[in-house]
DNA sequence: CTAGTAAGTCCGGAATCTGGATTTACTCTA
DNA sequence: TAGAGTAAATCCAGATTCCGGACTTACTAG
């Protein structure tokens, strides 16, 4: 009876997961970006349950991902603003974005479109900042740090 | 007492998440890209618990993004495999696991590295497809289409 | 015959989520 | 000045989900 050693990953991505990975946390971020910055009006716009939003709220606030910053007293008024932390979220929210547009839109199309400072419509397309070519999970292989026990990337 | 009537935005980014926005699922589909196909493999890996990520693969195999590929039969075993749909949650991967490389990675810098083709080690950026420039929440505003009621993307 | 492997399922307790009502401290309107 | 409205939560109790560990099934290898 050995017990095979558990081991999870270190990554990066699990650890992000345990901040944003959850659809509330998400949806409220996508909010801030759209300019929402309030309790009332992230609820309205989200669906979230008032309690579970509080407590994605003061996460995120912990993390560092978004702002309390009051704009009343007497009584207390809060909004939420995007950290400069928060705002590198960007790329995980368009990505998921056009994610949804590509498999899940109705027949209307992209229920919201974007529009890039260029004129075009926003596409987001994930590419190497070293060389500019466009990031395939092909094309990306695990660099050696150690014991590494990852497999080669094949579909 | 006026109701307010909660209308939470039809949107990509919500539909996705409710495939994908929780953590198990998208680790599971993390080691799926990194080569690890099997159920226990996959549980090792992410630390899941048994029963969740049983539930979680059967999500994503209904929603057309693993598929389910016996490799043995008698007794029956199975491996995971990405569709194309779910090779195209990559760019989602990659943005995740920068943010927590620039955020959270500790003293010894990101667990996980990726070379490119090119030479260098990946950092994943998000391009305008059309025009090729790095997308920035305020280079990009919501496209009139009907009612609107998104503010300004200002941070 | 025993041990190991693999993909789950079953279980019961713990934690979390949920919608609705309530609270607090105002401001605005009739 | 009374009543309604606004805004950010919090409280609650019931429903759901999560979790770890044990168990099951059907083999193969020694």
Excluded at 20 to 32: C, F, M, P, Q, Y
Excluded at 45 to 63: E, K, S
Excluded at 96 to 102: K, N
Aim: net charge neutral; charged share 25%.
């Amino acid at each position: 009876m050995v017990s095979v050693p558990a081991e999870p990953r270190p990554c990066s991505i699990a650890r992000t997961l345990d901040i944003v990975g959850e659809k509330w946390a998400l949806l409220a971020v996508r909010e801030v970006f759209l300019g929402n910055r309030r309790f009332d009006e992230i609820v309205r716009r989200t669906g979230a349950p008032r309690d579970t939003l509080a407590a994605r709220l003061r996460t995120l606030v912990g993390a560092g991902i978004l702002e309390r910053r009051p704009y009343n007293e007497h009584p207390a008024r809060y909004e939420y603003y995007l950290t400069s932390a928060g705002r590198d979220l960007y790329p995980v929210i368009v990505t998921l974005m056009r994610w949804g547009d590509q498999y899940l839109a109705g027949e209307d199309g992209p229920p919201l479109v974007l529009e890039h400072h260029c004129g075009h419509q926003v596409t987001a397309q994930v590419v190497c900042e070293a060389c500019g070519e466009p990031l395939r999970p092909t094309d990306t292989r695990p660099l050696t740090r150690g014991r590494q026990d990852a497999a080669s990337v094949t579909a």
